[in-house]
């Protein structure tokens, strides 16, 4: 049997930004319930809670954990305490917020909701909701003062204590991807011809890996959509590109990941977009459209973190809201194996047999955002079923 009390208090010095932890049992394997530390969330301005909790509390416990000791799934806590839930406030204010709210999220929306943990908002919708409050209310707002206030209530409060006015106002997220911005690309072919140089025949002979379907990348430009088991698949998607599609595309990844000591030199001069969660969410969606905007291919991981057991995450709108806007085709990619090579929580790959499949391109034409985003999932699933791996 075992000893769960340990296992907690061992997650619960990993970091401050964890109150508590309950573990459970289900289905042979570890859950967790974990209760945020929402003032130390609000000192160090984290308004992405939910990968902050994942990356840097559970990923960091898993990675030294015994395999039958790992955290395989949980579920973050918004509230310790019961809230009445037929509160509500009846004035103009909350009731033109609580209309967009629940618009946005498609959930029904309380005066304790928090804007992430309940109403399942992220960085595409906190943008949203920015852009809303200034333009309905004329009440700045940035990611600092957002993280102080996370739920309805105190955004309400907020609200109420600067606006200026009330009016109703059609925000549009594709006017905010095509205004211009004062950045540019930082290309470096030659570095990337030689990462692949390099990377392909090392992967094609330690993972025997398996590669089909590189005449599906269209010659102009597109978005590459890959499915995510590991910290290889961004390596493996550059000694996999053809030379005259890697030149011309550009990686978007996660600057706590791959901003670190050893990765941010591989990321300065591998053609990478570094992005923050955190801050500046405008700018780094502006940013991220730029190679689109300039003709270029876009490589981004739909799920936006590995796979904890292969089976595909939820695949986050923003690669589709991109192709839309600009009319460009999705490319389904299937990275398969790469879960056994390099799991979560392990320092070395296995040599294990890795599968990269580029899949037919979807284009956007008569398509909604919410059929780019099921078509490009349910092609990578359909593909990683009926031709699986050999493990």
């Given at each position: 049997m075992q000893n769960f009390k340990s296992l907690e208090d061992k997650i619960l010095s990993i970091s401050p930004l964890l109150k508590q932890i309950k573990i459970s049992r289900f289905q042979n394997a570890l859950k967790a319930k974990l209760y945020p530390n929402f003032q130390e969330l609000k000192k160090l301005h984290i308004i992405n809670i939910e990968s902050e909790l994942r990356w840097y509390v559970i990923e960091i416990y898993n990675f030294d954990a015994k395999e039958e000791d790992k955290i395989i799934s949980y579920e973050i806590v918004s509230t310790d305490e019961m809230q009445d839930e037929s509160k509500r406030i009846e004035d103009d204010i909350y009731s033109v917020l609580e209309s967009f709210l629940a618009e946005l999220s498609g959930k029904e929306v309380f005066l304790h909701s928090h804007l992430e943990l309940d109403l399942g908002l992220d960085s595409i919708d906190y943008v949203e909701l920015f852009i809303f409050i200034e333009q309905s209310f004329g009440v700045e707002i940035n990611e600092k003062i957002f993280s102080e206030m996370m739920n309805v209530k105190?955004?309400?409060?907020?609200?109420?204590?600067?606006?200026?006015?009330?009016?109703s106002s059609d925000i549009t997220l594709v006017n905010v991807l095509k205004e211009p911005i004062d950045k540019k690309l930082m290309y470096s072919p030659w570095i990337m011809y030689l990462y692949k140089t390099l990377l392909f025949p090392i992967f094609k002979i330690y993972f025997r890996l398996d590669l089909k379907g590189c005449e599906n990348i269209p010659k102009s430009a597109c978005i590459i959509a890959p499915s995510h088991q590991s910290m290889l698949d961004g390596f493996l998607i550059e000694a996999t590109l053809p030379y005259k599609i890697l030149k011309n595309s550009f990686f978007l990844a996660y600057k706590k990941v791959f901003g670190t000591e050893i990765l941010k030199p591989i990321a300065d001069n591998g053609q990478t977009i570094l992005i923050d969660a955190n801050e500046n969410l405008k700018q780094?969606?502006?940013?991220?459209?730029?190679?689109?905007?300039?003709?270029?291919?876009?490589?981004?991981?739909?799920?936006?973190?590995?796979?904890?057991?292969?089976?595909?995450?939820?695949?986050?709108?923003?690669?589709?809201?991109?192709?839309?806007v600009y009319d460009v085709p999705v490319v389904p990619v299937v990275i398969d194996g790469s879960f056994e090579a390099l799991r979560s929580g392990k320092r070395f790959p296995k040599p294990k047999k890795i599968h990269?499949?580029?899949?037919?391109?979807?284009y956007p034409q008569n398509l909604t955002i919410d059929e780019i985003v099921t078509q490009t999932k349910e092609s990578i699933n359909k593909e990683m079923k009926e031709n699986p791996v050999l493990i």
């Open positions: 105190e955004l309400y409060q907020y609200i109420k204590r600067d606006k200026k006015f009330i009016k780094t969606m502006q940013y991220s459209a730029l190679p689109i905007r300039m003709g270029k291919n876009l490589v981004i991981f739909p799920e936006g973190a590995r796979s904890r057991d292969r089976k595909l995450l939820e695949f986050r709108p923003f690669f589709a809201m991109l192709s839309k990269v499949t580029y899949l037919k391109p979807i």
